[in-house]
């Protein structure tokens, strides 16, 4: 049922979601089906879409981008500041140099998006809420407990500490997907390394603690909306986690609550967006903050892609 405004005595918000997880087609398949309005599921509360507009002016200048080029180098003293600076004042930053090749980082959003644009008949044996072997496409992991859905489907992927098994990942972005683990792994040590010293502590207390282990993935598909106003990509929460390493496209979306206002993370090309988590910011009793983002529905015709490389989830 689509919905332009306007209450429906008829509706019935779980039988609406059932349905909708029941034909395991996602986000993807109503968009395929030619809808023109989204579903009522899909509409958000007034309250919530009051301020999809709040978006600060100097938002270029507020999420800080930073070089980790020399960071074995007389420059890491410099590196540990701005990254500390960072995770103390914003939680947000964006990372360039950072040793992970470009072409790898173009071939992981390739293979996710041509994952999430597999013919509904083959995505769907990979489409379940159990996630228990490590595998998982799903639309909206809370949908049956957010006050509406939003446009966006998931595949999911354990990583550590016991991983999923390799023949569980899709064929059409295993290779890719294991590679891009291999070295998001090696640059979150390096992270971690320089989080640790920011906070004064040994370089590898984070690791001591196997905080390492505990990893996972998540490639989010956010294709177009045909009513952007009324929905986000993703509400408004902070991450559970130590840490996320995000790789995203060039279309954009991904917002961060700074002060009263939204800021917008502007996609560099080849960079890396970086965040504190939840658990992070606990152990180092609050010096380094866990915020608030969203990432608002996806206006483009051409679907938004992001992958989150996430530890302690």
């Known amino acids: 049922m689509a919905v332009k405004g306007g209450a429906h005595q008829d509706y019935n918000h779980l039988d609406e979601l059932k349905k909708f997880d029941d034909s395991k087609m996602g986000v993807k398949g109503l968009v395929d089906s030619g809808l023109t309005s989204i579903p009522r599921m899909f509409v958000h509360p007034t309250e919530t879409l009051s301020d999809l507009k709040s978006v600060a002016r100097s938002a270029s200048q507020v999420i800080p981008t930073i070089d980790l080029s020399g960071v074995d180098s007389d420059r890491r003293p410099a590196i540990v500041e701005q990254v500390s600076h960072a995770c103390r004042k914003l939680g947000f930053f ?56 939003s446009w966006r489907d998931t595949l999911q992927v354990r990583l550590g500490p016991v991983p999923s098994v390799v ?63 009324l929905t986000f990509g993703i509400t408004s929460h902070t991450d559970p986690g130590v840490l996320t390493l995000l790789l995203q496209d060039q279309i954009g979306g991904l917002q961060v609550k700074h002060g009263e206002e939204w800021v917008e993370v502007k996609p560099i090309p080849g960079a890396l967006v970086i965040n504190i988590g939840d658990i992070l910011q606990i152990l180092s009793n609050d010096e380094y903050k866990s915020v608030d983002h969203r990432v608002l529905a996806n206006p483009s015709p051409d679907p938004r892609v992001s992958i989150a490389f996430l530890h302690c989830w």
Request: proline share 5%; glycine share 6%.
């Open 167 to 229: 023949d569980d990942i899709p064929e059409i972005c295993r290779n890719e997907i294991l590679e891009w683990s291999r070295q998001a792994s090696q640059l979150v040590e390096i992270l971690m390394e320089l989080l640790c010293e920011g906070l004064g502590l040994n370089a590898g207390k984070l690791k001591e603690m196997t905080f390492l282990e505990s990893k996972g993935l998540v490639g989010h598909y956010y294709p177009h909306c045909p009513q952007p106003d």
């Open 94 to 149: 964006q990372i360039v140099n950072h040793g992970l090749p470009l072409e790898v980082l173009n071939r992981t959003i390739a293979a996710v998006k041509a994952f999430h644009e597999l013919p509904t008949e083959v995505k769907n044996q990979w489409y379940r809420r159990e996630t228990s072997t490590g595998v998982a496409f799903f639309s909206n992991v809370d949908m049956y407990k957010a006050k509406a859905a």
